[in-house]
């Protein structure tokens, strides 16, 4: 199977998107509003410049976040006003995004002040720093996520996430839209935008300009948020079944057991993936949630194609036990017969 997906490259991001994003949940205050907030940052890492306030820079990561803890400050505050303010120009020189204070510390207003000179712009927030760690590593972990563009309807089947693909007109939104009618969730349709989260996770969502429109061939674009309700979509989903759609085919051999399960690899992480030959007359939608029913219960440790062989199995020996003791029976009675006469 080739599901071409397009690679996406992470765009940096701006000092002043990351402070008005709705996904970064940080309160955070602006100690010198004069310095506008247009720095670009271009790495998901943050970096606590404890080293470079001490004079050494070799391995001074200037371009990621930096994190003004209890350490810095506290440092900072140890020294003469001459030293300290030499100690903030040592890092002040490089190109920093911005700098960001825990704890509701301030800075002298002469550290401010070279800030602010050096359009750096500084940052607040009441929070502790590991707390900030955590909430600002992961915003950035998924800005700078590794990211792919696929076609095809992605819906929220009792829970489970399922993409449709296949070749354009096969009917992967008629689908969809089918099953939206059974009150299951649309994620996105035509493009499908999955962020690699972790090692093993993939979340699917849409573009900005699609969100949930649907084009239907024949009728147009339609809003299903607007048709259905808000209970009929959603803004994410992990990714946990590939379906795709084909016309059948008499020269292909499709699975009849559910033993010889199948993955596809997107972003190197393997996902369930099933070939749905179509058919006139079939129930693609029935079929669709029977597939996310079975994956449940896969999922909570009941396998029915490994139960059904196993049933086989069990049958199998126990024929063959009943055989060999019906053999055993005839030649013990053949045996005594001989001895009788």
């Not at 940080?26 to 306030?53: F, G, M, Y």
């Amino acid at each position: 199977m080739n599901l071409s997906p397009q690679t996406i490259d992470p765009l940096p991001i701006t000092v002043e998107d990351m402070v008005q994003s709705p996904m970064l949940r940080l309160p955070l205050e602006c100690v010198n509003p004069s310095v506008p907030l247009t720095r670009k940052i271009t790495d998901k890492n943050i970096h606590r410049p404890q080293l470079a306030l001490a004079g050494y820079v070799g391995l001074f990561t200037y371009h990621r976040v930096q994190i003004f803890g209890n350490t810095e400050i506290f440092y900072l505050e140890s020294l003469t006003p001459k030293k300290r303010q030499q100690a903030f120009r040592t890092i002040a020189q490089f190109e920093i995004p911005c700098i960001i204070l825990t704890n509701s510390h301030t800075l002298d207003d002469e550290i401010v002040n070279l800030a602010t000179e050096y359009q750096i712009p500084l940052l607040r927030t009441p929070l502790e720093t590991t707390r900030v760690t955590y909430i600002l590593s992961e915003f950035l972990d998924t800005h700078f996520a590794p990211q792919v563009s696929l076609h095809g309807s992605f819906v929220d089947v009792y829970g489970v996430g399922i993409m449709f693909v296949g070749k354009s007109g096969i009917g992967k939104s008629e689908i969809a839209l089918d099953l939206i009618e059974r009150g299951h969730r649309l994620v996105a349709d035509d493009v499908v935008i999955l962020t690699q989260k972790r090692d093993d996770i993939l979340i699917g969502t849409g573009t900005q300009l699609v969100q949930h429109f649907m084009e239907v061939r024949g009728l147009g674009l339609i809003d299903i948020r607007q048709m259905f309700g808000i209970r009929a979509v959603r803004y994410q989903k992990r990714l946990e079944i590939v379906v795709e759609l084909e016309h059948w085919d008499e020269t292909k051999a499709y699975t009849r057991t559910g033993l010889d399960a199948e993955t596809v690899r997107i972003l190197d992480v393997p996902i369930s993936y099933v070939r749905l030959p179509i058919l006139p007359g079939k129930n693609i939608t029935v079929i669709a949630e029977v597939i996310a029913l079975n994956y449940l219960l896969r999922a909570y440790g009941y396998d029915p194609a490994q139960a059904f062989s196993q049933r086989l199995e069990d049958e199998i020996l126990r024929n063959a036990k009943v055989r060999n003791t019906s053999v055993r029976f005839r030649r013990n009675l053949s045996q005594y017969h001989n001895d009788f006469e």
